[in-house]
Every structure is written in structure tokens, then in C-alpha cells.
Nanobody, 125 residues
């Protein structure tokens, strides 16, 4: 049973940067594709970014391309989401997810084996 714990959220101003971390425990981290999702108040959860077990392949939602970067450190069992040029519309609870797969195809559609509890990101204008 893998457990995922997000951290790094907070309140920032538009244009600022944040780095989210997701620490995994209880599973073979390197066997999992990892993803970040977000859910804003009154909206459905949406895909943000995903990365393969090796880190060689990444995928992003159009709304964050060029601003967000997903990365992972398999030695630390941690996946990161570097968020730059934040906008008020990025305000949401951000969730980390893991899917036992060698590709990002499934996790990019929201199919995941494990989910974290989420971390709040609030961007003020």
C-alpha cells in the first residue's frame, strides 16, 4: 500500500513561484508513473502533469505548459511540481497520484492506484 504526502502549498501572489513535493512510502516508487492533479472550488478535478518512472517522458495540461515542470527523484521517492508565473486561476487543491505503469497514458486520464490528501495553493491577484 503506497502512501503519498504532498507539501509545499501556500498563499502567493500572481507571478510568484512555488514548488510542490510529494513523498511516497510503502511501495516500489520507481515502478510507478506519477501525476499531479488539481481541483478548484466548484470544479472537477483536472490533470496537471505526469511523468514516467524514468523521468524521460512528461505530459502537461495545456493550461500549465511552459509554466509548470514535473520532475522526480527516485532515490528520494519524491516527485516535484515546480510552478512558475502563477495565476489566480491556478488556485486549487493539488493532488499527487501514482499509477503502476511504464507510461503516462493512463494516469493522464485520471486513472491512478493511489492518491495523496492534497495541498492548497492560493494565488492572489
Amino acid at each position: 500500500q503506497m502512501r503519498l504526502a504532498e507539501s509545499g502549498g501556500g498563499l502567493v501572489q500572481a507571478g510568484d513561484s512555488l514548488r510542490l513535493s510529494c513523498a511516497a512510502s510503502g511501495g516500489p516508487f520507481s515502478n510507478y508513473a506519477m501525476g499531479w492533479f488539481r481541483q478548484a472550488p466548484g470544479k472537477e478535478r483536472e490533470f496537471v502533469a505526469a511523468i514516467t518512472w524514468s523521468g524521460q517522458t512528461t505530459r502537461y495540461a495545456d493550461s500549465v505548459k511552459g509554466r509548470f515542470t514535473i520532475s522526480r527523484d527516485n532515490a528520494k521517492n519524491t516527485v516535484y511540481l515546480q510552478m512558475n508565473s502563477l495565476k489566480p486561476e491556478d488556485t486549487a487543491v493539488y493532488y499527487c497520484a501514482a499509477q503502476r505503469s511504464f507510461t503516462v497514458v493512463a494516469i493522464s486520464t485520471g486513472r491512478a492506484d493511489y492518491w495523496g490528501q492534497g495541498t492548497q495553493v492560493t494565488v492572489s491577484s
